[in-house]
């Protein structure tokens, strides 16, 4: 059973009532982690489409185009694989961060503990997420989740050996609250306005 059959009707079922009267130093739900994450991802106020083709993908970044009237604004990119691989959609690309109002990117890991996106250097450079555009538009695949930042920062380290990229923090926070406005886990960062297009890659 994939994750679109667990979104939308299939598989054991936890209910919003369950998960928002536990108190924050319970332990976790035994819950499989692609359901975790985007019970936590949505909690944080991210947007998350969940695509099975590459097509379908395409289709949906140009309706996050059409919905916010996009069509004249280049996204800031850093990847350069990212503009050849969106090359042929009717988006333009800039490498300035500040013509832009949507950063595009991809990530490291996504975390099903806390629903927050895993980024380091290869994503970012040197920036600070406070200086990127308030807007993000994240492109990832099913294989990227995991359980948790230590299993994230673990298979980052196998997968770069000696050299392990810098910069590496969390996107956690997708709208203002009270709550999250001192979080000094995300020093530095700012909420950001994001969405998810989750590829299906398992």
């Not at 949505?42 to 009237?69: H, M, P, Q, R, W």
């Not at 979080?183 to 306005?193: A, P, R």
Request: charged residues 30%; hydrophobic residues 35%; proline residues 2%.
């Amino acid at each position: 059973m994939g994750l679109l059959d667990k979104l939308f009707g299939g598989g054991k079922k936890v209910s919003k009532e369950k998960v928002e009267a536990r108190g924050q130093h319970m332990p976790e739900l035994n819950i499989p982690v692609d359901e975790k994450f985007t019970i936590h991802f949505k909690k944080n106020g991210g947007k998350f489409l969940y695509c099975d083709s590459f097509t379908e993908i395409s289709e949906a970044l140009k309706n996050i185009v059409n919905e916010n009237n996009w069509e004249d604004d280049p996204f800031f990119v850093i990847d350069k694989t990212l503009e050849e691989e969106f090359a042929e959609e009717a988006i333009a690309f800039t490498r300035k961060s500040k013509d832009s109002k949507v950063f595009f990117t991809r990530c490291e890991h996504l975390i099903a503990q806390n629903g927050s996106i895993l980024v380091c250097s290869n994503q970012l450079m040197e920036s600070k997420l406070n200086e990127l555009p308030a807007n993000v538009i994240v492109f990832a695949s099913t294989s990227q989740l995991v359980e948790s930042i230590g299993e994230g920062l673990k298979k980052i380290k196998k997968k770069y050996g000696h050299s392990i990229p810098a910069n590496i923090t969390t996107i956690k926070h997708f709208q203002a609250n009270r709550d999250n406005s001192d979080d000094f886990l995300t020093y530095g960062s700012s909420s950001k306005n994001l969405y998810l297009l989750l590829l299906e890659d398992l």
